[in-house]
């Protein structure tokens, strides 16, 4: 065993850190940002047309969509480096991790040409127009309606959740296009121009006061038929490639971690004593400890698999489960570590840091819990796919969708 | 990178596995649960000692096999996976292990060809009674040449030929080496929560002791051995989750309630689930220590509280859900679920109780200066 890269790797990995060391700033030098939203987009969409002038901007890609036909454990060893800089790369992953793989699989040539260098090179920030009311985990549950006219199709619904859409200048868009058959059979699956008439996004504030994401409405929105991705009723197929590479997108969930944890607990006391003295202190930071550290060991067993041209095993699987819910434990217990002033988000200085991060960790940390496939969905996955549980009893299996009993949730 | 283990390691693996699937069976296992005369399994012991698996970590020149650490950590994950009902965790893991790092040339020569043989087994003796060992509790003395005191429980302590025993010296603690079949030492069996695991009161009067190691560092000697042990015992557990998984998923596939079967229920398929993720933590982490004791990695003291933490942890969730899962069924002591349960609970205090490690845990934690990402 040993934790060497191999020759290529390690020249790879040299590759990566002379580009970023050259255009970047590690975080640990970094300083805290104070910035709108649209700020912080216009920096990311120079970053990413800085990576693409230098072929950094999406190097799994095959070379004529601007990637490098990278092995996965080049595309890891990249995401390990970028990850040391403070650089702004969360407003693309959905787009670069879910929307370009299906348009490369799906889209015409001509609309792969005309979009895809766009989005390689931050011009265009794409969405995912999945989830609705009364669809997310059961996402084939889906109403948003599209009817043919023509060389078009009409769309007409609600969409919600829908990260990013109030920036995003194309999305990816699953609907309806049978209701007289069972749910996953009458779905057809396209991709459009956000700012298509009849469009209209409301921004929804999610718990920490912030507003990412959105509900997105459709009246008599028209997508020319040479936006279909998939052949008509075939969407389900279409959208299960979007979501396997969701699964593989959504990694661990950051925020405040155990470090964290013990630099606070150092400055705190109780009684007296400094906090991390306390047994049912340290008890707490090791058991978060052998999450975060079982994840990350997890990781480098695939990582091993993958660098010997292998396989992984499915361990991967536990990675979102567990570190959603990590990340709301410990920034909980943060918060209690502060005693009656963990109300606060601080004055100034370290104490309002650690009210940015620990606050911000719990209320972000809900959210984890669910986007994504939610934990129970995680675990579903988990027993049927992993360990060879039966599935799940449809109710609905085989009814035509218009048939199917719908709730008032 | 290559986190994994080699083809001849899984080819070791695939040997160890062939062998217990044949010769300790859990009816094996149970019978030794069944009578409380018999304190383990020979005929396993037997067969493990001609496979060379008593010499996997003792060099060549002493007359063992001398492969390596990442061998042993195969050999404890296959055997915690069976369950055998052997001494191999005292005489391999503590006192073979206590001669290779503090022993003098004269006791290597001494003992390692004879433990490697399976002539002897040995074992440690730590604890007196309840709690937390610590230098002001004990009472086991060393003086002239001799050891006065009780030693319980001593793991294997029934059956094992050679102890390491720490005791007290004046103002210090130290590790001495001792035989258990001489003058001066009288033992006697003690019920345990695991009949498979043997557990003894010895008592010194007067019994021929010599140092092992430097006078008066008994308790750092016991931090590097335990730091050492908490690895195979890790992958001990490792196996144990792993065998106490797959037993509740294959119940769970075959019982049937309400005209399904119980694996269909969404509460015992997310119950089979967290058994998963449990055990893959621990089994991840188990990897890494591995590693670090492979390689006498700085590492090591937090690479193997962490995995001793996590298989403990694993190792109880995954006994415990195993019966639940089981029903009723798995409450009788016709079922196998208790062998697991027990060997859990004997395992996470065998080495130090769970707090304890998660102290440990945090020291090393807090020593590890430049935290990794
Ligand atoms: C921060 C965030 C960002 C998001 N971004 C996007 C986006 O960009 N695009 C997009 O399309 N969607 C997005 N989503 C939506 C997300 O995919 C859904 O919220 C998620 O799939 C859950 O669906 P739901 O909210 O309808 O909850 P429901 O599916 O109604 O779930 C409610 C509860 O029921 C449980 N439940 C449901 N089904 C089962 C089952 N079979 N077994 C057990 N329990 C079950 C769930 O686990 C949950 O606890 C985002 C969500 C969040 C929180």
């Given at each position: 065993m040993n934790f060497d890269d191999t020759p290529q790797e390690a020249e790879f990995r040299a590759e990566a850190r002379a580009f970023l060391s050259a255009n970047a700033t590690l975080k640990a030098d970094a300083s805290p940002r104070d910035e709108t939203e649209a700020e912080y987009i216009i920096r990311a969409k120079a970053w990413q047309k800085l990576k693409a002038d230098n072929s950094w901007a999406c190097i799994n890609y095959p070379k004529e969509f601007g990637g490098r036909g990278a092995t996965p454990m080049e595309t890891i060893i990249w995401g390990q480096e970028e990850a040391n800089y403070d650089v702004p790369v969360q407003p693309f992953a959905i787009g670069l991790g879910m929307c370009g793989p299906v348009m490369m699989m799906y889209a015409s040539e001509e609309h792969k040409q005309a979009r895809m260098p766009r989005m390689v090179e931050g011009v265009d920030i794409w969405c995912q127009l999945f989830s609705e009311p009364g669809a997310g985990s059961d996402l084939a549950n889906l109403r948003t309606r599209c009817e043919r006219d023509g060389d078009d199709w009409i769309i007409n619904g609600q969409k919600i959740w829908t990260s990013g859409a109030h920036y995003c200048d194309w999305g990816i868009l699953v609907t309806r296009s049978d209701p007289t058959v069972p749910k996953h059979k009458g779905l057809t699956f396209f991709f459009l121009d956000m700012?298509?008439?009849g469009i209209e996004i409301r921004p929804i504030r999610q718990i920490s006061g912030d507003a990412n994401f959105n509900e997105v409405y459709f009246s008599d929105v028209r997508i020319p038929d040479s936006q279909r991705l998939g052949e008509v009723g075939d969407g389900w197929k279409v959208s299960l490639t979007t979501l396997m590479n969701e699964r593989l997108a959504v990694g661990t969930a950051a925020g405040a971690d155990v470090p964290h944890l013990l630099d606070l607990a150092r400055r705190m006391d109780i009684d007296g004593e400094p906090a991390i003295n306390n047994p049912a202190v340290r008890e707490k930071l090791a058991r978060w400890h052998c999450e975060r550290a079982g994840l990350r060991n997890t990781r480098y067993r695939v990582m091993s698999a993958l660098s010997q041209g292998k396989t992984p095993g499915p361990e991967n699987s536990i990675t979102k489960v567990v570190s959603a819910a990590k990340l709301q434990d410990v920034s909980c217990f943060g918060i209690d570590l502060?005693?009656?002033?963990?109300?606060m988000l601080g004055r100034d200085g370290q104490e309002l840091l650690d009210g940015k991060l620990f606050h911000g960790s719990f209320l972000g940390a809900p959210g984890m819990r669910i986007a994504g496939g939610t934990d129970e969905i995680l675990r579903n996955i988990i027993a049927e796919r992993v360990l060879g549980l039966p599935q799940d009893v449809r109710v609905d299996k085989g009814i035509p969708f218009n048939e199917v009993e719908q709730g008032s949730g | 990178m290559n986190f994994e283990f080699s083809d001849e390691q899984n080819l070791l693996r695939e040997q160890a596995q062939r062998f217990l699937v044949e010769q300790s069976p859990l009816s094996a296992v149970r019978a030794v649960l069944d009578d409380p005369d018999t304190p383990f399994d020979a005929d396993v012991w037997r067969g493990l000692v001609e496979l060379g698996w008593t010499g996997v970590s003792i060099p060549e020149q002493y007359g063992g096999v001398g492969l390596g650490y990442l061998e042993l950590c195969v050999l404890a994950e296959e055997l915690g996976r069976s369950l055998a009902a052997t001494p191999y965790a005292s005489s391999v893991y503590l006192a073979t292990e206590a001669l290779l790092q503090f022993g003098s040339e004269a006791q290597k020569e001494s003992w390692l060809p004879r433990l490697a043989a399976g002539e002897v087994v040995g074992t440690l003796a730590l604890a007196e009674g309840r709690g937390r060992p610590r230098p002001e509790t004990l009472q086991c003395r060393y003086a002239q040449g001799s050891l006065s005191g009780d030693k319980l429980p001593v793991p294997d302590g029934e059956v094992a030929d050679l102890a390491i025993v720490v005791a007290v010296d004046g103002p210090g603690v130290s590790m001495y080496l001792t035989e258990l079949t001489g003058a001066g030492v009288s033992r006697s069996a003690i019920p345990g929560i695991d009949p498979t695991r043997s557990q003894a009161q010895v008592s010194f009067s007067g019994a021929a002791a010599e140092l092992l190691g430097?006078?008066?560092s008994g308790m750092t000697q016991l931090e590097t051995l335990f730091n050492r042990a908490a690895v195979l015992y890790a992958f001990e557990q490792s196996g144990g989750a792993q065998a106490a998984l797959e037993m509740a998923r294959k119940y769970a596939m075959g019982r049937y309630a309400f005209g399904r079967s119980i694996a269909s229920f969404q509460a015992i398929k997310h119950k089979l689930a967290d058994m998963y993720i449990a055990s893959t933590l621990a089994h991840s982490n188990c990897y890494y220590a591995a590693w670090a004791l492979s390689t006498d990695a700085p590492e090591l003291p937090l690479a193997a509280a962490t995995a001793r933490v996590s298989a403990i942890r694993a190792f109880h969730e995954c006994s415990k859900e195993n019966i639940q899962t089981h029903g009723g069924m798995g409450f009788t002591?016709?079922?196998?679920c208790q062998m697991y349960y027990r060997r859990a609970k004997a395992l996470s205090v065998n080495l130090g109780s769970p707090a304890s490690w998660e102290d440990r845990l945090v020291t090393a934690l807090e020593n590890d200066a430049a935290l990794e990402a």
């Open positions: 700012k298509s008439p502060m005693d009656m002033g963990g109300v | 430097k006078d008066g002591w016709e079922f196998d």
